[in-house]
């Protein structure tokens, strides 16, 4: 199945050393080695792939090498950072990882100039029915119920999810967590995620899980840290010109896969959105070099707008998401004045498109999905 990143991956390490991150089984390997017929693959992993990374003796007549889960090694970017000066490319290089790559180094290790940095998202509408055999309406109904990761999305079946699942969260926090932190209290994070699950589109306090989990606020911010920089959460902020003030806000939280979702359908809905709308963004950031960011807007009575994507770090595009409700928002017009700001309401039981006077659109979920007409 081909992959949304592919072209540019190709292109972009015929110059420079690439950086592939991801959620782990999200399809890394799998489109690493789609990328070229000629190629060698290692894995830090495994003992015998990481004999010929301390002796870097891989083929250098492959026109690529990857190197998966190289960032385990100590100091890996100063390692690969002299690879790349003394011997250039060819061949490519390509380092793919389950954490975020920038989360887990020292510091002095630096790449700068030597290479671009991707993220791998899960499947989701746009891809699964723009690359595979899935229609519009097939495609939406299993990514909201199992997700978007690639094996058990093309499975199909809630019982092969449900067991693919536990091992997928087992090899996150019993192989990724213990080697690359001193976290070992795994059993409090494992129930943290649990509590993660129901609250899907609220925001969370830090306070409230440590005095739920018996551990200090500070326990718990570096626990969804490294969730975060393990790609099994990411969290969306409130916004807020001042970015310091905005950072002392609760945030959301949101899952990587969708699967994990413990709501009703609406929260189901909520959290699909959001992995398009940070999908659509990174790849923005990544292949187009724009600066966008994901928020919503809360003031202080309450009232809500769920999504906010900033552009050059100005509100440019306000969503709102329904399950049903096909009536506009009040909060859209009465959080906006400037007219040249997108509006848009997302509802899933709506099968033709409105729009408004002033500038508002409600449209089915399924068709904004697959478009995804964020600028």
Not at 223 to 250: E, M, S
Not at 264 to 273: P, R
Request: hydrophobic share 40%; with cysteine.
């Amino acid at each position: 199945m081909k992959r949304y990143l592919e072209e540019t991956l190709i292109e972009d390490l015929q110059q420079k050393i690439v950086l592939l991150t991801g959620p782990r089984q999200c399809g890394k390997t799998t489109l690493s080695l789609m990328l070229s017929d000629d190629c060698q693959y290692l894995n830090y992993d495994l003992a015998e792939h990481r004999l010929l990374v301390a002796e870097k003796s891989w083929d250098r007549e492959k026109s690529l090498i990857i190197l998966d889960e190289l960032h385990k090694m100590a100091s890996w970017k100063s390692w690969l950072k002299g690879i790349y000066d003394v011997e250039g490319i060819p061949p490519g290089l390509l380092v793919t990882g389950s954490a975020n790559l920038t989360a887990f180094r020292k510091p002095g290790d630096s790449l700068a100039g030597r290479h671009f940095q991707f993220r791998l998202h899960p499947l989701d509408v746009k891809e699964a029915v723009g690359n595979t055999d899935f229609d519009l309406e097939d495609a939406f109904a299993r990514l909201l119920n199992i997700g978007g990761f690639p094996e058990p999305f093309l499975n199909g079946t809630q019982r092969y999810y449900n067991r693919w699942k536990r091992s997928h969260i087992d090899l996150i926090l019993k192989e990724d967590l213990i080697t690359l932190t001193a976290v070992r209290d795994i059993q409090s994070i494992e129930t943290l995620i649990e509590m993660l699950r129901s609250r899907v589109g609220s925001t969370v306090s830090a306070n409230s899980l440590a005095r739920d989990l018996q551990k200090s606020p500070n326990t718990i911010n570096h626990w969804l840290r490294l969730l975060t920089d393990l790609y099994v959460i990411f969290p969306v902020l409130p916004y807020h010109q001042n970015i310091a003030r905005a950072l002392l806000k609760q945030p959301k939280y949101y899952f990587y896969d969708n699967g994990m979702v413990a709501g009703d359908d609406g929260s189901k809905l909520e959290n699909l959105v959001a992995c398009a709308l940070l999908k659509e963004i990174h790849r923005l950031e990544d292949v187009e070099g724009e600066e966008l960011d994901l928020h919503f807007i809360r003031d202080k009575d309450e009232r809500e707008i769920d999504f906010v994507i900033t552009r050059n770090r100005q509100p440019h595009h306000f969503i709102e998401v329904k399950w049903a409700d096909q009536n506009l928002s009040a909060n859209l017009p009465r959080f906006l004045s400037n007219r040249k700001l997108k509006r848009t309401q997302i509802v899933a039981e709506l099968e033709q498109a409105k729009s408004f006077p002033d500038g508002e659109r409600v449209v089915p979920a399924r068709s904004f999905l697959y478009d995804l007409p964020l600028l």
